[in-house]
Structures are given as structure tokens and as C-alpha cells.
């Protein structure tokens, strides 16, 4: 192992951040003597240092989601328990399980692309630097505003350390917004224009930064043209194109780089040939009800019973709304993958049936009485309330993956972080904060216009609006925690929807609210800067 990569791998313990459960995903290893200077500089190793960084994005998002989604409205746990400080906020401190996956893997992205801009200077001439050290800093401005969402203000650690740093400041959430703008500003201009590959392109950049400027905006220290930004940067990314693909064929698994794709976590079933029941990403082993163990392998795949949908979640979708049918198995086979392997389901065995709201009783007493070997479930018996046994709630479909093998925990689905849709609805809360609810309406109303639901009205038209529509939307990607607590809606939707926390919860230390996450406290103990702040709900 060469000093460089001692050092590096030393400043990051003293920093606290966890490596072991990333090293799987990381192409950058130089197994040779070549040291890392000439390595590096080489466009052979730049370029698999670059794919390092983009490694680096399953870390983030393709373990555990607890971050991104626990303790809000939409979901609940089943039979087994998530995290539960995040999941319930009372019992939230600076070592809680789970507290630090953001800190400790977004601070490793970080560290990985400091390291990149530092060999960008050094390798050798190639065309394609420019636009490399373009996405590199896409790829540490989504680090940074993944921990500044979650953390408030943070270290900012702006170049390549290859010596022991023993100790950090907290710069404000302020400045970080700052950094985070000026980078995805001054990388726009480098990135290319085409359509999305795989790597970072001008479009997704406008995205993240509308994101950006449209979360600042809610922030006391947000600008007076922060949402007018987003909406404009939003409309660049929508450039007129229409949601032109069903919601059904959006998720079908066959279909995943589709046109309304901006930008994704990309995997690939040769990456996770090694393991195949481990590696690869969780993302569609939540949302969903366990389906049963060894005596029926091969018939259903794996699912943890956590993150289940709320009885709000559920009841945000009506009969005409198309994603009803694209985001849940309401329907399950003998054989739970024969949804997608056959085409002519009319012989096939159903083993289980979640009712809709709108179902008569004349079609309840149809249905069981073609299928009287059939688990019948009627509607209000399987949200995250029903916690009973196997198949006793809705499993959400949006993540299937019918190639992975049954049984295992883990797929090589793309993760989604950014489409169309999505971006529909930003720039719909964008334009009503900048003051413009017409145009906002429009937005919103496209994404309604796909679903096959009748459009909204400007009456209608409101943050809360938007956040139901948000949740039909994007049920089960990995928003929702960041959705309520930029519009400040964390509290009360939360408190209100999800079956297991009370407003009194949220209370925190010195009479302040559990909205930022606690700072953990590994980092703490590590950090010789015995200045280094809490978060004050914690201290």
C-alpha cells in the first residue's frame, strides 16, 4: 500500500468515517507497486478514479434508507423494528443506530472527489478533464447537501488532505449552501448536454442546484430570488418535454434508462457477481411486508416488513389514478414474479388481494368467489397498522427486480434520484413561492394529467397540495424525510400520519425541535476541536 493511501485512509479514521462498508463498491484500488502519483496521473487511472467517485453513490443510497425516509408520514414500521431514534425521534441522540450513515459516506464522497480535483491538475492532457472535474463537483455538491439537510452546518473540506488533520471547524449551514451553489454554478458549463448515460450532464447539475436554491429558500439566511432560481433552473430541465411514458412502464424493470430518467445510481449484475445475495442495493427489499420464508423459496422474493405504507399513504390514491396500479402488487400470484414473466395471467393460482378503497361489494363477492383459495384483503386491514404476520400488508412493486435471485436481500435495480416527474412537482413549489401559482399549477397538473386524474384547481393549489400529490408521486424514493423538513411540515404531518410519534416527541434539549439530526458522536469524540458544536436540540 502506498504513504498516500496510508495517510488518507489515517485522516479518515481520525474523522470518524466508516470505509468498511463501502470498500466493496470501489474500482479505484491499484492492486500493482505503481504508486499513486503515477498512477493517477495516468488517463487510465483518473478515469478509474473517477468511476470511484461514482462508486461511492451506492454507499450513499444503497444500504439502509432509514435517513431518507423514516419518521415521516408515509411510512411505518411492520413486524420489524427500524432505527428508533429515527423512526420515532424521542429516543434521537448523537449515538443512535443509524444517525451517522449520511455523516460517515457522504464525508467518504467527499474525501473521493477532493481527491480527484487534486490528480485533475496532474494528469496527463485529455480531452476529457474538463468535464471530469465537472462532475466531480456535482458529485461533492450532492454530499454536501445530503449532510447540510440532514446535519445543518458542517466541516467544510475543500481539498485533497493527504497528511493527518487531528482537528475541524463547523462552518455555518450558510456557507455551505454557498459552497454547494458556487460549485454546481462553475460545473454547468463543463458538463455535457446530452442525454443521461450514466455520468453527470449539464441537465442533472440545472436539477440538483434548483433543488438547492429552492431548499435555501425556506432557510432564514435564503435569499430574496432563491425560489424564482429554482423555478427557472426546473423549467431549463423540463425544456417542454411532456411525462410521455405510462407510470406503470416508467418502473418496469426492463425500462429503467428511460427518457424521464435524470440521473440514477447505476449498477450492473456483473458488479455484484461475487455476492449476488448481498451486494447490490436494498432499495427494493423495504416498502413491503416479509413474504415468507424457506417453505416457500421461489416463490416470492425477499422483504424486511419495515418502511410500510401509512394508512395516509394509502389513502392518497382514487380509483382513476393510474399509479395505484404502478406503485403497489395489489394483486399477488402463487408465484409473486409471474406478474412480470407471464403475459396471460388468466390461468394463473392468486395467493393474495389488496382491495382498493373503491371496490364495490358486488366485486369483493365476485372476487372471493373466483378465487376462494385466495388471502382476501379489504381495504383499511394493510397499512403499516396490520403488523400481524406474513403478507398482511401492500407490498409496493415500483422496485422489483425479477432477475435477482429469490431469497436475496439486495438487487442491481438503478436507484432513482431524479426524473421528470420529480421535477414537475419541484418547479410546481417553486413557482408558487416565487409567486407564481398559475404556472406552478401547470406543473402540477402535468404530473395529475399522466396519472389520469382529474387536474387540480388554483384553490386547491397550496404547499400541502403538493406534498399529498408528492406523495402519490414518489411513494417509496428516497425524499420524503427531506420534502417535510424543507417546507417545515416535518412536525406536524409527521406527528399526525405515522401511528408511532407524537408531537411531544420532537422535543429536544435547550427547548428546541429534533428537525436537524444530531451530528454523531464518533465524529465528536475524533475530532480534536473540543469547539466543535451540537446540534442544540441535542446538547
Known sequence: MNIHKIKYILVLSILGF????????????????????????????????????????????G?????????????????SPEPLGLSQYRDLGPSSEGVDHIYNTAYRAIQLANQGLYYADLVENSSTVSERVAELKYLRANAYFLLVQTYGGVALIKDYINEPVLEFDRNSAEEVYSFIIAELESAQSALSSGTFNGRVNKRAAQNLLGKVYLTRGYESYGQPDDFSKAATLFDQVIAGQGLNISFSDLWDPANQNNE???????????????????????????????????????????????????????????????????TFMHTVYDRYFDFYDVDDKSGLGIFHYYAPAWISNEDSIAFVTKYPDATYHPYGSYSSQTVSSDYQTIPVRKFDAPTAPFGARTSTRDIVLARLGDTYLLAAEAHLQAGNPSVGLERLNEVRRRAG?????????????????????????????????????????????????????????????KILRPIPQSALDLNQNRNFPQNPAYQ
Open 18 to 61: 466508516s470505509l468498511t462498508s463501502c470498500e466493496k463498491f470501489l474500482e479505484e484500488e491499484n492492486k500493482s507497486n505503481v504508486t499513486a502519483e503515477s498512477y493517477y496521473t495516468t488517463a487510465d487511472g483518473f478515469e478509474a478514479l473517477i468511476n470511484a467517485n461514482y462508486s461511492q453513490l451506492r454507499a450513499i443510497y
Open 63 to 79: 444500504d439502509e434508507p432509514y435517513l431518507f425516509t423514516a419518521g415521516t408520514d408515509m411510512y411505518a414500521e411492520g413486524r
Open 260 to 326: 424521464e430518467i435524470i440521473f440514477s445510481v447505476q449498477y450492473a449484475s456483473s458488479s455484484v457477481s461475487a455476492d449476488p445475495f448481498d451486494l447490490g442495493n436494498r432499495q427494493a427489499s423495504f416498502f413491503g411486508p416479509y413474504l415468507g420464508g424457506s417453505e416457500i423459496a421461489g416463490n416470492a422474493p425477499y422483504r424486511t416488513y419495515n418502511l410500510l405504507p401509512t394508512d395516509y399513504a394509502l389513502s392518497l390514491f382514487t380509483k382513476e389514478d393510474q399509479r395505484w396500479d404502478g
Open 453 to 513: 386524474v382529474s387536474p387540480a384547481s388554483q384553490t386547491e393549489f397550496s404547499i400541502e397540495y403538493i406534498l399529498d400529490e408528492r406523495g402519490r408521486e414518489l411513494l417509496g424514493e428516497y425524499h420524503r424525510w427531506f420534502d417535510l423538513k424543507r417546507t417545515g411540515t416535518l412536525v406536524d404531518r409527521t406527528s399526525k400520519y405515522h401511528r408511532l410519534v407524537n408531537e411531544s416527541d420532537f422535543q429536544g434539549a435547550n427547548g428546541e425541535l
